[in-house]
């Protein structure tokens, strides 16, 4: 069980640095946090897979009065990600055509869709930036969706400011990537129980109401009710 949840946790986090790079060259616009990636990288010259990398701990310093612990995938997330993303470039080409940038920019959608189920399923902890979110919810009592949809205003006018790429895929990937995942991840889930590395939890995410579980019942596992799956609820 150990050995494939870990090789569920590395294949994910490899398929979501290569969505990030199929983003990129289809050229239609990245999700929120990758338009803030793109800008920075535009402004100071580094490659895009160093910005994800750098915000990554950065983000993680922001856990710290949050009360939000790092688990072993938050880790791995941080570093891989990146490094997969700038791998990703060095191979993929640029395409000039739309069929192609269309093409592109669905695969890229698939993939990620695919990265996210596979490495939230491995049950490692979440990324830096989810770990904001749940953690942001769970201090000031708001909603997971308004945590979220906050931050993710906030990256993304800030990107768009720097210079990152914002357009049609910006919209695609935020209609697509929510059920995606959900449709995916009872295929990519371990059993419920399965041991852990360390025990980072994802409290304070969200309950079917859409309000924050704030008690120590907030596991943080991914758990299926009839109405879809859920983060941080038992």
């Known amino acids: 069980m150990m050995f494939r949840r870990l ?11 290569i969505s990030l790079a199929l983003f990129i060259r289809a050229g239609l616009g990245l999700d929120p946090w990758d338009v803030f990636h793109q800008g920075v990288a535009n402004r100071t010259g580094l490659s895009i897979g160093v910005v ?43 395409l000039s055509n739309l069929a192609g940038q269309l093409g592109m920019l669905a ?12 490495y939230i ?25 308004l ?13 768009w400011l720097l210079g990152g790429s914002v357009g049609v895929g910006t919209v695609l990937y935020a209609l697509a990537i929510g059920p995606l995942v959900q449709l995916l991840l009872p295929w990519f889930m371990v059993p419920a129980g399965a041991p852990e590395l360390s025990g980072p939890e994802l409290a304070g995410a969200a309950r079917p109401d859409g309000k924050a579980d704030v008690g ?4 943080g596992e991914p758990s299926y009710s009839g109405k879809g799956w859920h983060l941080g609820q038992k």
């Not at 090789?7 to 640095?17: E, K, P, T, V």
């Not at 856990?63 to 060095?90: E, H, M």
């Not at 120590?216 to 596991?219: D, F, K, S, W």
């Open 52 to 94: 994800v990398i750098t915000v990554s701990f950065l983000v993680l310093l922001l856990w710290i009065p949050l009360r939000q612990r790092p688990g072993f995938g938050t880790l791995c997330n941080a570093i891989l990600v990146g490094v997969f993303a700038d791998v990703g470039l060095a191979l993929i080409p640029s």
């Open 216 to 219: 120590p019942e907030a596991a």
């Open 107 to 118: 695969g890229a959608i698939l993939l990620n869709g695919i990265a996210s189920a596979c």
């Open 121 to 145: 399923g491995a049950r490692f902890g979440p990324g830096a930036r989810d770990g904001l979110m749940t953690g942001l919810a769970r201090r000031t009592g708001w909603s997971v969706r």
């Open 147 to 159: 945590s979220r949809t906050l931050i993710e205003v906030v990256v993304l006018a800030a990107g």
């Open 7 to 17: 090789l569920q946790l590395f294949a994910g986090l490899a398929m979501y640095g």
